[in-house]
């Protein structure tokens, strides 16, 4: 015969368990709703940006050049290039924390044959640096510039 205790005990744990589900399935909703959210705002950024460089010339070169901490590093070379941008997305993964910056070019890009650009920063649990290869038009690589022009080829790094 089974105690009181016995089955309260038995009870107890049957509504932990059913509180552990509802919980669980609470943090799923609530993080569904999240990402329903930020899918909803990005695609508002991204139809606001769209927009704008429909009626400002060189939108996305204007904002980057205008940035106080970008405006020191961007080169007329530079300029050239981000005039041709037609999209930028910011993403983050919350489960590697990476962190990607994509850039998407108009068909006139003189400089590379990309129509995009990516850099991921960021990973758990060591950090990474990961880079789009540019597929550099002949003789517009920075090298072949520097070169043409007698100066130093540039640090990859940099």
């Given at each position: 015969?089974?105690?009181?205790?016995?089955?309260k005990e038995k009870r107890m744990n049957e509504l932990?368990?059913?509180?552990?589900?509802?919980?669980?399935?609470?943090?799923?909703?609530?993080?569904?709703?999240?990402?329903?959210?930020?899918?909803?705002?990005?695609?508002?950024?991204?139809?606001?940006?769209?927009?704008?460089?429909?009626?400002?010339?060189?939108?996305?070169?204007?904002?980057?050049?205008?940035?106080?901490?970008?405006?020191c590093i961007i080169s007329k070379e530079d300029e050239?290039?981000?005039?041709?941008?037609?999209?930028?997305?910011?993403?983050?993964?919350?489960?590697?924390?990476?962190?990607?910056?994509?850039?998407?070019?108009?068909?006139?890009?003189?400089?590379?044959?990309?129509?995009?650009?990516?850099?991921?920063?960021?990973?758990?649990?060591?950090?990474?640096?990961?880079?789009?290869?540019?597929?550099?038009?002949?003789?517009?690589?920075?090298?072949?510039?520097?070169?043409?022009?007698?100066?130093?080829?540039?640090?990859?790094?940099?």
């Open positions: 015969k089974v105690s009181s205790n016995d089955a932990t368990q059913e509180i552990d589900q509802l919980v669980e399935e609470e943090d799923m909703r609530k993080a569904q709703i999240k990402m329903e959210c930020c899918d909803a705002s990005n695609k508002a950024r991204k139809e606001m940006a769209k927009l704008a460089k429909k009626q400002i010339p060189a939108f996305w070169r204007e904002c980057l050049c205008y940035n106080e901490t970008l405006r050239v290039v981000l005039n041709t941008v037609s999209e930028m997305d910011f993403t983050e993964d919350d489960e590697t924390a990476m962190f990607t910056v994509s850039v998407k070019f108009d068909a006139d890009n003189n400089e590379f044959t990309n129509k995009e650009l990516k850099r991921s920063f960021g990973g758990m649990p060591t950090a990474v640096s990961e880079t789009t290869g540019v597929n550099w038009k002949k003789g517009r690589s920075p090298d072949a510039r520097n070169e043409a022009e007698g100066r130093a080829p540039t640090d990859p790094n940099c």
